[in-house]
């Protein structure tokens, strides 16, 4: 029998549109105020796909990125997971269509959809395909073009979601490196707080819907948030423990972007200074599967994170989903 190993990161990309629509121009088109979003949120600004732009396009740019930077071939990724609501097409896949424009003829491929937690469901995936030994290189991209999924008359939900994509290379690394654990967890008994209610095989799209704007996001807002506070940190410390590490041996915290007073709390829960969460929410507001993934790229391009620094990935999502996972940089 074969034994289990460590997955670690190699490398690392993010692609973002051009487009940046601010709170002032969200003025113009919903009731609402720049003051209101950045006192309730947090974000001054997010980025908006151009109506040509599709979610494989994006990922396909942090895809290469990543790759790029892990100094790897399209030749030797052995399998892509795409976590993402906002898939080009119901079917084929969006990792089949990134496969294919990348050149990466020998990978298998599928999306995974957990909601804002997907890309930390993907990564778990990923880790044990690697542990296992069944792949030694799996690309992991989280992506959202939600522009398309908002009513943009619903002041609640319009002004919190980005478009974006992010992506990492897991490859194989000594037992203690790279991936130290993962913590996920689900409660659908929630998941009518947080919902695209029409589109699928229960409600296909029809005039009624359409009439109602059933195939936009809709969310409780103030359950979603006393939910998210309580798990980030719940999540966090649960992945801290199977990975037998205390707090004092965090380093970075790099969080679901969604809010900053969530953000805030779980950083509170964790007794992380400020210098220690990675923050980008207000520049790119809630970009759901591709949050974590695009703050851990920007963050390790600008140099923040050392060799042996401990890092803690946490987010939560529709489903209701949650998960967290500590990693050895």
């Given at each position: ?305 050392k060799s042996g620094d401990v890092l803690v990935l946490v ?15």
């Open positions: 029998m074969q034994k289990l190993r460590a997955a670690r990161i190699l490398g690392w990309g993010k692609a973002l549109p051009d487009r940046v629509l601010s709170n002032q121009e969200l003025e113009r088109i919903v009731d609402t105020s720049d003051e209101w979003i950045r006192t309730r949120t947090g974000i001054r600004e997010r980025r908006i796909a151009a109506p040509d732009t599709a979610a494989s396009d994006l990922a396909l740019l942090a895809a290469q990125e990543a790759l790029a930077k892990a100094n790897l071939t399209v030749e030797k990724v052995d399998l892509i997971i795409v976590a993402t609501v906002t898939p080009d097409m119901v079917f084929p896949a969006t990792a089949c269509l990134v496969q294919s424009r990348l050149g990466a003829s020998r990978a298998a491929g599928f999306d995974l959809e957990a909601g804002c937690s997907g890309f930390l469901y993907a990564l778990a995936t990923g880790r044990e395909f690697v542990a296992s030994r069944t792949y030694d290189h799996v690309l992991v991209i989280g992506v959202e073009v939600l522009s398309r999924i908002l009513n943009w008359q619903d002041r609640n939900t319009c002004v919190l979601f980005g478009d974006g994509a992010g992506a990492i290379v897991l490859g194989p690394a000594p037992l203690g490196e790279g991936i130290l654990s993962t913590y996920l967890g689900a409660d659908g008994a929630g998941g009518g707080l947080l919902s695209v209610p029409a589109g699928g095989s229960r409600r296909p799209v029809d005039q009624d819907v359409l009439a109602t704007g059933a195939q936009y996001i809709q969310m409780n807002g103030s359950e979603v948030f006393k939910f998210a506070v309580r798990v980030m940190g719940e999540a966090s410390l649960k992945a801290l423990e199977r990975a037998g590490l205390d707090l004092s041996a965090v380093s970075y915290l790099v969080p679901h972007q969604a809010n900053q007073r969530i953000i805030d709390a779980a950083a509170k829960r964790l007794r992380l200074s400020p210098d220690r969460v990675i923050v980008n929410l207000d520049r790119y507001g809630n970009m759901s599967s591709a949050s974590i993934p695009v703050a851990l790229a920007e963050a390790a391009d600008e140099g923040c994170f987010g939560f999502g529709a489903g209701l989903t949650w998960g967290a996972s500590v990693v050895r940089w």
